[in-house]
């Protein structure tokens, strides 16, 4: 297929059905509240925990986790049991930028057990900058934490300090294939306009891959390739 407005039209189309009405419910969302944000992930949840496999539903809970500041644990219980009408509260007094979100929970597991994540990380998996900074402290040193504290900026240091001593209980790679498909997905919504054929084709591919992570003979070099589909992207509007 050469025509690369009929191209974009297939490439859309084959879009998977749960992660479109995902998408469609997020941006319809608001995020301006504690309340809102509850709202919002409540009704992501419900969208999500109509499919029936629970590593899915784990997959895409980890993206609406990473969009709306809410602890990326409290969605996970959600979608592991599947409840059709989930409830989701937040703290009034929170604050969303530096919540326990899902970017948090993958610093934490770098901080604390560097080689158990290390591989799957990358500065572009991260849309919180001072959750960017601190990674980019931390993997400066390959994982010495007292040489990225003294390398951090204040805001970063905290934030390490902080997952040097959260109590985590949570699969390294899962944590992973959760940032890297809510950052892939974040990607892609931006480039809704593009019309290259070569990037429409590398667009239609990314989509491919993600479906793949939720397979566990195809998870690792899928997560790979989009590590790297990932960093080019980023890169061209770094």
């Known amino acids: 297929m050469t ?51 629970k590593n899915v539903r784990k997959i895409y809970a980890g993206e609406v986790a990473s969009h709306v500041g809410i602890p990326a644990a409290d969605l996970m219980q959600l979608a592991e049991r599947g409840s059709r009408r989930p409830e989701v509260r937040t703290s009034p007094t929170a604050d ?10 993958a610093l934490a597991i770098m901080v604390q057990d560097w080689n158990a994540i290390a591989t799957w990380m990358s500065e572009s998996l991260f849309s919180d900058d001072v959750y960017r900074r601190a990674y980019l402290a931390v993997a400066s040193v390959t994982g010495n934490i007292a040489n990225a504290l003294e390398a951090a900026d ?3 240091r905290e934030v390490i300090e902080r997952a040097a001593v959260a109590d985590i209980d949570s699969d390294p ?3 992973a294939k959760n940032l890297i ?34 397979n566990t003979t195809m998870a690792d070099a899928a997560a ?4 790297d589909w990932l960093g080019k992207r980023v890169g061209e509007h770094a």
Do not use: C, W, Y
């Open 3 to 53: 025509n690369p407005e009929a191209l974009a039209a297939a490439i859309k189309d084959a879009k998977p059905f749960l992660g479109f009405r995902l998408q469609r419910t997020l941006d319809a969302g608001s995020i301006a509240s504690p309340e809102a944000r509850s709202r919002t992930a409540q009704q992501a949840m419900a969208v999500i925990n109509e499919h029936p496999d």
């Open 96 to 105: 969303s930028s530096r919540r326990e979100n899902a970017e948090f929970v």
């Open 154 to 156: 204040p805001e970063a």
């Open 173 to 175: 790679f899962t944590e």
């Open 181 to 214: 498909s809510a950052a892939v997905r974040r990607e892609l919504s931006n480039r809704n306009r593009i019309t290259d054929p070569d990037e429409i084709r590398a667009d239609r591919d990314a989509r491919i891959l993600l479906e793949e992570l939720d």
């Open 224 to 227: 790979m390739e989009l590590l």
